[in-house]
C-alpha cells in the first residue's frame, strides 16, 4: 500500500479552519513558536522493523493481521508511518531477523519512501537455526571463548550488513547475566564482555558508533552483565570515543531518576542513544507517554539543555528509536501514538524559559522553579506539533488520517488475515 499525497490534502482541507483557529490561538502565547516547529520538522525517530507486528507476552501473542511477512514490507510500513507524520524517517534493523538478500535494492527502497537506516541491532539472546553453539549461559560473557568468538563474529557481520545500508551505528544488547547467586563470577563475566566488546569495536568503521545498552533485570533475574548505566558507561569508556551508552526508558528500576542519568551521561559525553516506550512496572514497552507524561517530558528537558550546553544537533547527533512491543493495539496506531508523545514532549522542553529557571535556581526559590516547569509542560502545544507536521506536508492528524484511509483493512487485503511478521 502507499499513501497519496492528494489524499492526505484532502483530509487535512476538512480540518484547515478548525486547526488554523486552534493553533493561531496556543501561538499567540508563545514566545518561540517559529523556532519549536522548526526543530519539530527536523526532528526525526527511527522505527525498529520488530515493532511492525503484533508483539506479545510470554503467555502468548495474538494476530492483528496484515503484518509485515519480509523486510520488504516492514520498509513499506514505516514508509507509510513516516507519510502521514513526516518524522519516522528512520528505520532500526535487527539480524538475523532483517537479513537483506540484496543490499542495493533493499536501500533503494528505503530511499523511495524517504527513509534512511538507523543504527543496526544485532542479536545473541537467542539461538538462530543452524547455529553451532548455544547462548543459553550468555555470548560474550560465556565461560567458553568459542561461543563468545561466536557472539563477536555475529556483531562484525551486522556491521557489514550496516555498512551495505548505509547505517553508522550498532546497537549491542546483551541478555547476559545470571538467574541464580553462585552461577558467575561477576568480574570474569565482565572482562569476558569487555574483550568481547573491544574485539567488536576494532571492527568498527572510522565514521560508526556502537551503543552499549543496559536493562536491569529479564531474562535473567539474579544479574545482568550490562544491568544498568553505570556498568554501560564502565564498558563505553574502556572501549573509547567510538562507544557510548544507550538508554532504554524500560530497562531501570522503578522509579530510577532516568532524568538524571540522561543528564550526566550527556555531561560526560557518553549519552550515544535512546529508546522511548513507557511502563508502569518493568520493561513494559507500552506507548511513549501513555503511563507517564511529565517524567516523558522531564527527560527531554534534560536532553535538551544537556544538548544545547554542547552545542549539539538535537536531530541528528543522538541516536532516536521507539522500543516497544505490542500486545493489544495495531502497531501501526501505537507507533503514530508514540511520535506524538515524543513531539508533544520535545515541544514543551523546548517552551521551558531557561533564564529564569537559572534565576531561580541561583536564589534557592524552589516553588519559582517548578512553576517554570510546570508551566511548559502545562502547555498545550497539540496544534503547534500539528502545524509542524501540516507544513512539512504530513497529516494534520495522523491516526485520523490512517483510519480514514483504513489502512490496517487494506494491509489486511494484501497480505492476508494470518501473516506474522518476522521477529520475536
Ligand atoms: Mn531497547
Redesign the pocket.
Known amino acids: 500500500m502507499q499513501i497519496e499525497q492528494s489524499r492526505i490534502d484532502e483530509l487535512n482541507a476538512q480540518l484547515a479552519a478548525g486547526h488554523k483557529r486552534n493553533f493561531e490561538f496556543h501561538a499567540a502565547s508563545l514566545t518561540n513558536v517559529e523556532a519549536v516547529m522548526d526543530k519539530l520538522i527536523a526532528f526525526q525517530v527511527a522505527i525498529p522493523s520488530w515493532a511492525l507486528g503484533a508483539g506479545g507476552t510470554r503467555f502468548g501473542r495474538f494476530s492483528i493481521g496484515g503484518e509485515p511477512g519480509n523486510l520488504e514490507e516492514k520498509i513499506e510500513d514505516v514508509g507509510l508511518l513516516h507519510k502521514l507524520n513526516q518524522s519516522s524517517g528512520a528505520i532500526s534493523l535487527h539480524i538475523p531477523w532483517d537479513i537483506p538478500s540484496d543490499a542495493a535494492k533493499i536501500k533503494a527502497l528505503a530511499a523511495h519512501h524517504g527513509l534512511v537506516f538507523d543504527a543496526m541491532n544485532s542479536n545473541t539472546f537467542q539461538d538462530q537455526p543452524g547455529q553451532k553453539l548455544s547462548y543459553k549461559y550468555g555470548s560474550l560473557q560465556n565461560v567458553d571463548k568459542g561461543i563468545r568468538q561466536q557472539a563477536v563474529d555475529h556483531n562484525l557481520e551486522v556491521i557489514k550488513y550496516g555498512k551495505e545500508l548505509g547505517s553508522n551505528s550498532l546497537t549491542v544488547?546483551l541478555s547476559d547475566g545470571s538467574s541464580f547467586p553462585g552461577q558467575l563470577n561477576f568480574r570474569k563475566a565482565f572482562q569476558n564482555t569487555l574483550e568481547g566488546l573491544q574485539d567488536i569495536y576494532a571492527g568498527l568503521p572510522e565514521d560508526w558508533k556502537v551503543f552499549v545498552?543496559y536493562k536491569a533485570f529479564e531474562p535473567n533475574f539474579y544479574s545482568m552483565s550490562v544491568g544498568d548505566w553505570g556498568q554501560s558507561l564502565l564498558y563505553a569508556s574502556k572501549l573509547g570515543p567510538k562507544a557510548y551508552t544507550l538508554v532504554?526508558l524500560g530497562?531501570h528500576l522503578p522509579n530510577a531518576n532516568i532524568e538524571q542519568i540522561v543528564s550526566l551521561l550527556l555531561m560526560e559525553k557518553k549519552l550515544g542513544g535512546f529508546?522511548f516506550n513507557d511502563s508502569k512496572y518493568g520493561d513494559d514497552d507500552l506507548t511513549v507517554g501513555s503511563m507517564r507524561p511529565y517524567q516523558l517530558f522531564l527527560i527531554f528537558r534534560e536532553l535538551v539543555e544537556g544538548m544545547d550546553a554542547r552545542g549539539m544537533n538535537h536531530a541528528k547527533d543522538l541516536g532516536w528509536m521507539i522500543?516497544a512491543s505490542h500486545n493489544i493495539k495495531d502497531p501501526l496506531e501505537d507507533l503514530l501514538q508514540s511520535v506524538e508523545a515524543i513531539q508533544i514532549a520535545y515541544a514543551q522542553a523546548l517552551l521551558v524559559d531557561d533564564k529564569a529557571l537559572d534565576e531561580a535556581r541561583e536564589s534557592n526559590d524552589v516553588v519559582r522553579a517548578q512553576e517554570i516547569l510546570q508551566q511548559a509542560f502545562r502547555t498545550d502545544v497539540r496544534s503547534v506539533v500539528a502545524e509542524a507536521r501540516r507544513r512539512s506536508g504530513a497529516a494534520i492528524d495522523p491516526l485520523g488520517a490512517y483510519r480514514a484511509m483504513k489502512v490496517r483493512d487494506t494491509l489486511i487485503g494484501e497480505r492476508g488475515a494470518v501473516s506474522k511478521a518476522t521477529g520475536l
Open positions: 544488547w545498552e532504554d530497562h529508546h522500543d
